[in-house]
């Protein structure tokens, strides 16, 4: 071949790869707009369901409100970080350090804000940790999938015990007791299935499985104890059992990655849930925002760490 002909060739090469990048760049670009149009739709949609009677309700005591609620998530990534060195334990052990971790946790709490389907939160954590104890990135995407995995298991766990009390949405949906046994065991046989795979890839017994699934419980119930707290605010008459069967619903909503950071879909899939238990629509949009807030409190915490991350790597980068 001529070398003009290879010059040719390789210019012809990079100008198509050019063409792709600018198409992929693009489609992102559209799929963000969308995302964004999404999330202001269906929030702009909740908004005209709020009336002055329950925006007269807010005083400055939910300042306190918001604060509890505020310890109560820290809390529930307390255990979700707990969770991860765990994990991460089993599949090389380092001395991980759990504070260190939990700023990780935060860090990724304010990526999941707005980055769609809670997966730039993950994306952050992968990489810090990556970076920060050497590990590959493939080890580091296998902590975070258990986490996942474990945790849709334990919403599902939580969905499934409180329809066992729960007769309103039972006999709304149609779910009886042979219904939730069914689902309940084909749960158990997923997990085993998951642990069948995850075997392939390091070693999990199902002990380690037990107290996986409970430090997920543990950090799955810091958004039911929080809208609880709010629930309470608002003197509404819906209990705790009841939350255990919207939020997780909400949860696996928000992971769909059809808005802003689950912005809207979150509010919108709450409200529905509690208007099944008669909660006024304009309480729960309340409610669902006030969540909301508490999410950004705790993000922007993340956000402080990261920006200090930043300044610690530009001098000396991780130990």
């Known amino acids: 071949m001529k070398k003009s002909d290879r010059m040719s060739d390789g210019i012809e090469a990079v100008a198509s790869a050019d063409e792709k990048v600018e198409t992929s760049g693009a489609r992102r670009l559209f799929l963000l707009i969308a995302k964004i149009v999404v999330s202001f739709t269906l929030l702009a949609y909740l908004v005209t369901k709020l009336d002055f009677t329950?925006?007269?309700?807010?005083?400055?005591?939910?300042?306190?409100?918001?604060?509890?609620?505020?310890?109560?998530?820290?809390?529930?990534?307390?255990?979700?970080?707990?969770?991860?060195?765990?994990?991460?334990?089993?599949?090389?052990?380092?001395?991980?350090?759990?504070?260190?971790?939990?700023?990780?946790?935060?860090?990724?709490?304010?990526?999941?804000?707005?980055?769609?389907?809670?997966?730039?939160?993950?994306?952050?954590?992968?990489?810090?940790?990556?970076?920060?104890?050497?590990?590959?990135?493939?080890?580091?995407?296998?902590?975070?999938?258990?986490?996942?995995?474990?945790?849709?298991?334990?919403?599902?766990?939580?969905?499934?015990?409180?329809?066992?009390?729960?007769?309103?949405?039972?006999?709304?949906?149609?779910?009886?007791?042979?219904?939730?046994?069914?689902?309940?065991?084909?749960?158990?046989?997923?997990?085993?299935?998951?642990?069948?795979?995850?075997?392939?890839?390091?070693?999990?017994?199902?002990?380690?499985?037990?107290?996986?699934?409970?430090l997920s419980g543990l950090g799955q119930f810091g958004d039911i104890v929080i809208s609880y707290i709010f629930v309470q605010y608002f003197n509404l008459d819906i209990t705790i059992l009841n939350l255990m069967s919207i939020m997780p619903l909400v949860y696996v909503a928000t992971v769909v990655p059809v808005s802003l950071g689950g912005v809207g879909v979150r509010e919108g899939v709450m409200t529905a849930g509690m208007a099944l238990y008669g909660v006024d629509v304009s309480d729960a949009v309340m409610v669902s925002f006030l969540l909301y807030l508490v999410k950004i409190v705790i993000g922007l915490a993340g956000w402080f760490l990261y920006i200090r991350s930043g300044k610690k790597e530009k001098e000396n980068g991780y130990a």
């Open 54 to 214: 329950s925006l007269a309700k807010l005083h400055g005591d939910v300042v306190w409100y918001i604060l509890v609620s505020s310890i109560v998530m820290l809390a529930a990534l307390g255990f979700m970080t707990v969770r991860w060195r765990f994990v991460l334990m089993l599949i090389e052990a380092k001395n991980y350090s759990l504070r260190m971790l939990y700023e990780f946790y935060l860090i990724g709490s304010f990526f999941n804000i707005f980055i769609p389907g809670a997966i730039g939160g993950d994306a952050m954590r992968l990489y810090y940790v990556s970076k920060a104890y050497h590990l590959s990135k493939a080890k580091s995407l296998l902590a975070v999938f258990i986490e996942r995995v474990a945790g849709l298991f334990a919403l599902g766990l939580i969905l499934m015990f409180s329809l066992l009390f729960n007769e309103t949405i039972r006999s709304r949906l149609d779910f009886g007791f042979t219904l939730i046994a069914v689902s309940t065991l084909g749960m158990l046989m997923a997990l085993v299935i998951a642990k069948y795979f995850i075997q392939k890839k390091m070693t999990i017994g199902y002990k380690d499985m037990a107290v996986v699934l409970l």
